[in-house]
């Protein structure tokens, strides 16, 4: 079993996920910002930027966007990706740990996009990923992340799947299947991929994602203890309504105290 996000599975990820509506989240994204930033935003952090498909858009439509990642691999998507475009300059990426990264200067937001903050396991990993966030924020600084909500995961529950996504040359499939430790309120998923150039298999890999999944108390207490104050939690990506047990993913927004 290979560890999450490796070269591999990196190498299929932009496939695996090309029906996600990017660019409908960055608009999304930038409502947010206006309704909820004070004053104007023009600088991003990207915790967790993965393959840059939130930091690349951004920064094309014109703010200054740093991303941060600790898979070497991602970071080299995102740079093959990486252009600069009329009027605007490309992201920086930084290969980096989030619980840790400290770039010693302050930014108008922060971002935790896809599950990024459920990837921090223990109570002490949660903590220190959102400190990382807050220490980049001035008083008053917009802290925006989506998460697994735990009413629907424990409504809905993982069921095996079957994915085919086309490529260039061939196609990718995935199989996945996952498991609740409602004790540790995490899902395991195992991924089995196959990656066909054509009809010749370039590929088999393993992955095992363990994501964490939140419920509102829990989240509010551990915003509140680490220099935020919860704004709201609304459904994603329909952020207007308020989740329910059918809203396996939520969008929250915050402000640095």
């Keep these: ?49 993965g393959t840059g498909n939130h930091a690349l858009p951004l920064s094309a439509r014109g703010f200054e966007v740093i991303g941060v990642d600790r898979s070497e691999s991602m970071l080299a998507q995102a740079q093959k990706k990486s252009a600069p475009s009329a009027g605007s300059k490309p992201p920086v990426f930084h290969k980096a740990d989030l619980r840790d990264i400290d770039l010693h200067r302050r930014f108008d937001a922060v971002l935790m ?5 459920g990837y921090q396991l223990k109570n002490e990993d949660v903590i220190a990923a959102l400190r990382a966030a807050r220490r980049h924020l001035d008083p008053g600084g917009l802290f925006l992340f989506d998460v697994w909500y735990g009413p629907a995961v424990m409504s809905q529950r993982p069921f095996d799947r079957m994915k085919i996504a086309p490529t260039q040359g061939g196609k990718v499939l995935r199989f996945s299947s996952g498991d609740l430790d409602t004790s ?11 990656n066909f150039e054509r009809d010749r298999l370039l590929s088999e890999i393993n992955e095992e994602h363990t994501v964490r999944y939140f419920f509102p108390l829990e989240l509010n207490l551990f915003l509140e203890c680490t220099g935020f104050t919860p704004v709201r939690l609304g459904a994603f990506p329909d952020f207007d309504r308020d989740p329910d047990e059918q809203s396996w993913n939520v969008l929250g927004v915050a402000h640095a105290v």
């Design 113 to 117: 996009m896809f599950a990024v903050l």
């Design 184 to 194: 540790r309120h995490t899902c395991t998923v195992r991924f089995h991929l196959w």
């Design 1 to 49: 079993m290979s560890e999450p996000f490796g070269p591999a599975y990196s190498g299929c990820y932009d496939a695996l996920y090309q029906e996600k509506d990017y660019a409908a989240e960055c608009d999304l994204i930038e409502q947010l910002l206006q309704a909820y930033g004070e004053g104007t935003v023009s600088s991003i952090l990207d915790l967790g930027c």
